[in-house]
């Protein structure tokens, strides 16, 4: 299969090396050379550890000779599958969609890698729009089983199901979403998640590291809530949340303003929730912190409504937190277990 990639930032060069690793000719595209550059680097970096540790069936050098890197958005009409992996600004990923639209074929793929812009709302910078549709996968690529296929209204049944099968083919599981909601499965829970915590403590009921520590050592994640929060960044979290509360979700965390606006930006500024400076904060397990139901419930009853809306299954929404949050267990295998109403 033939791949293009538009955008080679962290996500962009990890989606190229992943297509590229499972035998694909890929085209990695980025207006900067620069961005090109290091985007190139990193999946050179990358190849050279996966083959230290004895998990590429290639050479690193046969794997990098797979990729194309390229700063024309030359004319793609041979291409199976175009994925776009640019920054989460609207105007832009249009932008981008219609000037591909003009150099693919008839029957090329166009995909988005948007984690948090509906994709039916993107589907409108296309005139074919029936062959659009998201592929989002998780971070870090190479190393993260997961990548949600996304419907978006227009979207064809066919290409749906084509792009399921291009998603078991580089080896990842693939979570069907069957319609376009917001956040689609993992982040619409993880939103839940986020303003459930940001509820305990704005409230004054419960202090971050108590809540954090229900995390950990409760419920078994692999972060706390609030650590998680500033290592994907603060600013990250506060933007996405302007956009799904734009578009009618709540996604409400009022300490995220309080922290953007004195510049505690999370892991990149060394302060957010926690101070970084001298690496990862140590969490104590406290026996004062949050029951399991408190941080969870609203989750859980989010994705009892996903369930019941059918855009996934109960078994999709529990994989997809496993794989994509590093759970222990699906959220509605926790939902069981606190005897939430079930699907």
Known sequence: MKVAVIGSGIMGSGI?????INGNSVILYDKYEEALKKGLDNIKWSLEKLHEKGKLNEEPSTIMGKITPTRQLGEFYDIDLVIEAVPEDFNLKAQVFRELEKKVGTNTIIATNTSSLPITELSTALEKKDRFLGLHFFNPPVLMGLVEVIKGNYT???VFERGIEIVKGIKKEPIPVRKDVIG?????ILFRVFTSACRLVSGGKYT???VDSTAKYTLGFPMGIFELLDYTGIDTNLFISREVKKRGFDFDCPL???LYSRGQLG????RGFYDWSNGRPRIEKTERGPSAKEVLEDAVKEAIWLVNNNVSTEEEVNKATKLGLGWPK???EYGKEMAILKP
Request: negative net charge; aromatic residues 8%.
């Open 16 to 20: 190229a090396e992943v297509f590229a």
């Open 156 to 158: 064809s049944d066919q």
């Open 184 to 188: 689609f499965v993992v982040n619409r």
């Open 208 to 210: 971050i590291r108590e």
């Open 256 to 258: 995220l303003e309080e």
């Open 267 to 270: 892991t990149k500024a060394k």
């Open 330 to 332: 699906g959220v509605l």
